[in-house]
């Protein structure tokens, strides 16, 4: 594909349901060509690939996917219960399932990075390539000295804290697109109103909140051991590109030695950026991810 023809791409809104939870998520280009699909992070939306998708179109003619997880963005919120790697996995593959994407090449950042993981693991028929940007590595290694018993009260404490945390409001949206700006300044205006005018929403009163659930701040319930984890990861058949950061997160997918439980895996490091990686140095990640792409 020409480079100009990059921006003639727009997202078109789309919904499935998985779990009687309406689930939202965006394409862009023709459902006949190859199929890539990105999964966001926790607080974050499918609008955060913009700027990637347009990037990456300009090195082939491919059908970008991003959906909203369950609790972001436009998707349903959870009723009655928190939000568990294996629900996520579910409405992973009742999306590429229903509409018949699959094999597809998977890109994930952060916790999108660990569900794109697993879900590689899980179904390694559906993924033809994986891509994980900053993904979550073995954090339950934290947990485990607390025993089970230790887990799950401790993830009923913070879960009863969240019930009674009051979102964030703010009085326009200019006040919340320069809450965006402090909360990550490696962003620039362009982009820091992008994720705002996308990821937040207007109440009845008049004032914005962001889009996404409280109760996906608790991580400790997720539902996968340490030796879970490694076994799903043993089980990856695509050739995987792990991206991940100079200054990003502690515990990421490939470091801390877990690079040996994939068959055929490849670690490269940008350097100059965060934990959001893909805004921070978007040309480094593109090209990356194009060498991937284009590879045999």
């Known amino acids: 594909m020409a480079q100009n023809q990059s921006h003639e791409l727009s997202p078109t809104s789309q919904r499935f349901f998985s779990q009687r939870l309406r689930m939202h998520f965006v394409e862009w280009g023709s459902r006949q060509a190859p199929t890539i699909v990105l999964v966001h992070g926790v607080r974050d939306h499918c609008r955060t690939w913009d700027d990637l998708i347009l990037r990456l179109s300009a090195f082939g003619d491919y059908h970008f996917v991003a959906p909203d997880l369950r609790g972001h963005g436009d998707s349903d919120w959870v009723q009655g219960s928190g939000y568990r790697y294996y629900d996520y996995l579910y409405d992973l593959q009742q999306l590429i399932t229903q509409n018949q994407l ?76 320069q809450r965006m700006q402090e909360a990550n300044p490696q962003l620039s205006r362009e982009q820091a109103y992008h994720l705002t005018l996308h990821g937040a929403v207007q109440l009845e009163d008049g004032q914005f909140t962001w889009k996404y659930d409280q109760y996906t701040y608790n991580f400790l319930g997720v539902g996968l051991a340490k030796e879970e984890i490694i076994e799903l990861w043993q089980n990856i058949a695509a050739p995987t590109l792990l991206i991940n950061a100079d200054q990003g997160l502690e515990s990421r997918t490939g470091q801390d030695d877990t690079l040996q439980y994939f068959r055929d895996a490849q670690l490269r490091i940008v350097t100059d950026a965060g934990h959001w990686t893909h805004h921070d140095q978007p040309q480094q990640v593109t090209q990356l991810i194009a060498e991937l792409l284009t590879a045999p």
């Open 102 to 177: 699959g094999p597809v090449v998977l890109i994930g950042h952060s916790l999108g990075g660990a569900i794109a993981a697993f879900f590689a693991g899980v179904y390694p028929e559906l993924v033809s390539k994986l891509i994980l940007l900053e993904g979550i590595g073995l954090w339950t290694r934290e947990q485990a000295e607390t025993g089970v018993a230790g887990q799950i009260r401790e993830w009923s404490e913070v879960t009863r804290q969240l019930a009674g945390r009051e979102p964030r409001r703010y009085a326009d949206l200019q006040t919340a697109y």
